[in-house]
């Protein structure tokens, strides 16, 4: 289960896809606007096709039926489940494609589930959530790996003054302060992502993108705080490595790949961005493995 994404690049597509995130409200001209310029600007957002092929080598290494389904969008997470019982499956785990888990962040998920088990007369106890794998060893190997294969593509002289900036999408700071565990969740991950891709702890930091556009205080530091300061201390070069994320999608694409590239630019560092890991082999054992745990549970 993930997000989504609208159904075209249409003006009309991004406000409905806006208004399912924003929980009904309707989203303002200059929003939709906004974001309708930012979606076409990536060419579409990826996401879905990824997620299908994800889910593809997901029942090929695993043997059991795989569908998705998403919070936002089509295909619903009830299009999922109903694809499910037509398979005949016995039992199903749900596993958000977001290895930090949050109760509250998450909880629009469960209830989807939840929603959608009802629907379709399937017993509560039929259906789990998978919890957290921040720390599943392959999701930290997959993410180190790409750090380092993003060192490695840089100049030596880049590569020595080369600073990694681990990211998440921001969170306002209200609801921050309500889930300490998430928060651990991506400090640990990171931590662990660093000490497998041998960064030393000069080497790496942890910071906030994405910030959403309702007021208030969103978490920080932004990476686009973080850009001038590393400039200063003599950086000569900086790669974002998206920790949360686990597919192209606007928040790397745009977010990542022209708004922070334009950012380090502005502040004279050369910029790489770690490859997302899509249907990487060593994500999909991951996610094997947080099945098979949920299972047993």
């Not at 109903?82 to 998450?106: E, G, K, T, W």
């Not at 490695?152 to 302060?177: C, K, W």
């Not at 790496?204 to 932004?222: I, L, N, R, Y």
Request: net charge negative.
């Amino acid at each position: 289960m993930t997000y989504g994404s609208p159904a075209s690049l249409e003006r009309r597509d991004v406000a409905a896809y806006l208004a399912q995130v924003r929980g009904g409200r309707e989203p303002g001209v200059e929003l939709v606007d906004e974001f309708t310029r930012r979606y076409r600007a990536i060419g579409g957002s990826p996401l879905i096709p990824i997620t299908r092929s994800q889910a593809t080598a997901l029942e090929a290494h695993l043997g059991w039926p795989v569908e998705v389904g998403m919070r936002f969008s089509k295909p619903s997470i009830l299009d999922g489940m109903r694809a499910l019982a037509a398979r005949d499956a016995s039992a199903v785990v749900a596993i958000i494609l977001s290895p930090q888990y949050s109760p509250l962040l998450m909880s629009g998920y469960a209830r989807a589930l939840a929603d959608a088990a009802q629907a379709l007369g399937v017993a509560a106890r039929e259906v789990r959530i998978a919890g957290a794998w921040h720390d599943e060893p392959a999701f930290v190997e997959a993410l180190a790996e790409r750090v380092r294969s993003a060192l490695e593509r840089m100049a030596p002289e880049e590569r020595e003054a080369a600073a990694v900036l681990m990211t998440a999408h921001s969170l306002p700071r209200h609801v921050a302060e309500q889930e300490p565990g998430y928060l651990a969740q991506l400090r640990t991950t990171g931590e662990a992502v660093a000490a497998r891709a041998g960064l030393a702890e000069e080497e790496w930091q942890f910071c906030w993108q994405s910030a959403g556009h309702e007021p208030g205080e969103w978490m920080k530091p932004d990476f686009a705080d973080l850009m001038p300061k590393l400039a200063a201390a003599g950086r000569r070069s900086v790669i974002v490595a998206p920790v949360q994320f686990l597919a192209d999608h606007l928040e790397v694409l745009y977010d990542v790949d022209i708004g922070a590239r334009a950012q380090a630019e502005r502040c004279g560092l050369a910029f790489g961005r770690i490859e997302s890991l899509n249907a990487d082999p060593n994500l999909i054992r991951a996610l094997a493995s947080v099945a098979r745990r949920s299972t047993a549970a």
